[in-house]
């Protein structure tokens, strides 16, 4: 079994300010850990992911995520915030099997703020 | 060149009725999925599609059924509609041997009157 706790649902920093998105994920399997970001009334757009390889990932738009497995966390940056960074985000996790069952489960998502 | 697409995007309707959301991808995946999320905004898989055959199922009222006339399409048909099932529907799709790195659509907003 797998899942991701993302802490705070919603989350408010002054534009210009780091951004910090919070999720620990649990599972029985070495994961791959993803970070999607939904703008209002749009779709999931991938952001950046974790696939076992460095542990240090960059996304999209100045965002990074860091794995640490002794902490079993994968944390969202950004050194500073953008208006445009409002928007929902959701961390998920799978376990990369390649057989085509993957389920991606994803977190309950953290609404950004961006206070101008 | 849109690479994953829903049709429609607004859907409201009446208790009891039946209605279908298409899904298309021309991304040449061989793989598609259904997702629900719900008003607290909570995202569950509810079905994975790969070459027209069904490889994921889960806990989903049998009044939900998928169909896959191709690879490319995946259409979601929901029967006697509740008020439950009020929610955004999300399309994706992957290659198989990909599967964790999905594409997602734009989602099709259901709203059961």
């Known amino acids: 079994a797998q899942s991701v706790t993302q802490l705070g649902s919603h989350v408010s920093v002054s534009e210009g300010a780091l951004v910090l998105l919070r999720c620990n994920y649990s599972?029985?399997?070495?994961?791959?850990l993803f970070w999607y970001v939904q703008y209002p009334n749009q779709g999931l757009q991938l952001l950046l992911k974790?696939?076992?390889?460095?542990?240090l990932v960059k996304g999209i738009n100045g965002f990074e995520a860091e794995f640490k497995k002794s902490e079993t966390s994968f944390h969202l940056t950004k050194p500073s915030a953008h208006m445009s960074d409002a928007a929902e985000y959701f961390c998920?996790?799978?376990?990369?099997?390649?057989?085509?069952?993957?389920?991606?489960?994803f977190g309950t998502g953290t609404r950004l703020t961006i206070i101008p | 060149d849109t690479a994953v697409s829903q049709t429609p995007k607004y859907l409201v309707t009446q208790m009891g009725n039946d209605k279908s959301i298409k899904c298309e991808q021309n991304?040449?995946?061989?793989?598609m999925y259904w997702y629900k999320q719900d008003s607290k905004k909570f995202l569950k898989i509810m079905f994975s599609?790969?070459?027209?055959?069904?490889?994921i199922n889960e806990t989903v009222p049998n009044r939900f059924s998928p169909k896959s006339p191709d690879k490319a399409h995946l259409n979601l048909h929901i029967n006697s509609l509740e008020l439950g099932d009020s929610a955004v529907y999300f399309c994706?799709?992957?290659?198989?041997?990909?599967?964790?790195?999905?594409?997602f659509g734009p989602g099709t907003r259901l709203t059961v009157l």
């Open positions: 994706a799709s992957s290659h198989l041997t990909s599967a964790h790195l999905q594409y």
């Open positions: 599972s029985s399997v070495p994961p791959y």
């Open positions: 974790y696939t076992s390889a460095a542990t």
């Open positions: 998920a996790v799978t376990q990369g099997s390649n057989f085509g069952n993957e389920k991606l489960t």
């Open positions: 991304l040449g995946h061989d793989t």
């Open positions: 599609y790969n070459n027209k055959e069904l490889i």
